[in-house]
């Protein structure tokens, strides 16, 4: 069987490992970057380089786009001059796999319909070395029919791909996934600086909190990546503010107080306050110490 033509929008941390995969498995591949420069080994390894997002889907049975947020995700799909929307040909299915909000999702599978294409929400777990190794997880809002027809391109980028309902189901779900995830990294921060003012031993205190009840698997990871001063990124910093601050306004619409999302995003935006928005998150830890 033929393999369908994708393009992918967006070739950041994540998109460049998802574009990697797909050259790999051998789906002929158009890739879109604002920045162009992020494009070269993508051209090296055979993919076409648009010249916009609408060149790009105008060459694809499948778009997906991987950009920072919706102020992006708005830019990319529907720009009069530049937008994938105008590109894509009716029919051709098109997936948002950006961390979004729920109800930019809801306008731009709108808009699809309205040019006779069908949106799936699929963001994604998993974190740039998942992406890179064609592990990542993907959280699927949208029709069963439009998830039957991409699966197997989603498929060389995931280990599992889990439809859970209509559209805006996945980002809802991946909104409350990093909640918790924002959350925890912020109140570890705390408890970081907490532990660093009190004078305690940090290597034997660590042990203890990761050993115990507080060790999840995110604590482990982050206590790990301060204790190494390591913070080239996975995931940059400004995008857990941004997706704290998306999961508070989704549990606002609902009537739900995420009173725990607010004093996060503020350690965030301390962080970021203080030049560390382009690091990895975990630099959450070493931001709030800086005083
Ligand atoms: P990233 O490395 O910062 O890449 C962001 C991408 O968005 C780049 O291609 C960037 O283009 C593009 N972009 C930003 N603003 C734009 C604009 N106004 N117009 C056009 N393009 C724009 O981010 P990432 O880590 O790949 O994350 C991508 C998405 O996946 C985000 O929604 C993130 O929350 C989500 N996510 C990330 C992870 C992770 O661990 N990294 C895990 C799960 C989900 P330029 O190169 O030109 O700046």
């Given amino acids: 069987m033929t393999k369908p033509r994708v393009a992918i929008l967006g070739l950041g941390l994540m998109g460049s490992g998802m574009a990697g995969r797909l050259l790999t498995a051998g789906f002929p591949l158009a890739v879109y970057n604002r920045n162009p420069e992020k494009t070269a080994p993508f051209a090296k390894a055979g993919a076409y380089v648009a010249r916009s997002p609408r060149d790009a889907a105008a060459r694809a049975d499948v778009v997906i786009s991987m950009l920072a947020d919706d102020v992006a995700s708005r830019a990319v799909w529907l720009d009069k001059q530049t937008g994938a929307l105008g590109g894509a040909a009716p029919g051709t299915w098109l997936i948002e796999s950006s961390t979004a909000s729920v109800q930019w999702i809801k306008e731009l599978a709108a808009a699809a319909k309205q ?102 698997p995110l604590v482990k990871i982050l206590t790990a990546r301060a204790a190494a001063n390591d913070f080239t990124p996975n995931f940059v910093l400004r995008l857990m503010a941004k997706d704290l601050t998306y999961a508070r306004e989704e549990g606002e619409r609902h009537g739900v107080a995420m009173n725990t999302a607010t004093p996060a995003i503020a350690d965030f935006e301390k962080a970021i306050a203080a030049g560390y928005g382009d690091k990895d998150f975990s630099a959450v830890i070493p931001a709030l110490q800086k005083r």
């Fill in 115 to 216: 040019h006779e294409c069908e949106l799936l929400d699929a963001p994604v777990t998993g974190s740039k070395p998942q992406a890179a190794s064609g592990e990542l997880l993907f959280l699927v809002g949208g029709s069963a029919e439009a998830l039957a027809a991409v699966r197997p391109v989603l498929a060389v980028m995931s280990r599992e791909v889990l439809h859970l309902g209509p559209i805006g189901s996945g980002a809802t779900l991946k909104l409350i996934n990093n909640f918790l995830c924002g959350v925890q990294a912020a109140s570890l921060a705390e408890a970081m600086s907490l532990l660093a003012a009190s004078g305690l031993d940090r290597e034997k205190s660590v042990a203890v909190l990761t050993a115990g009840a507080p060790g999840s």
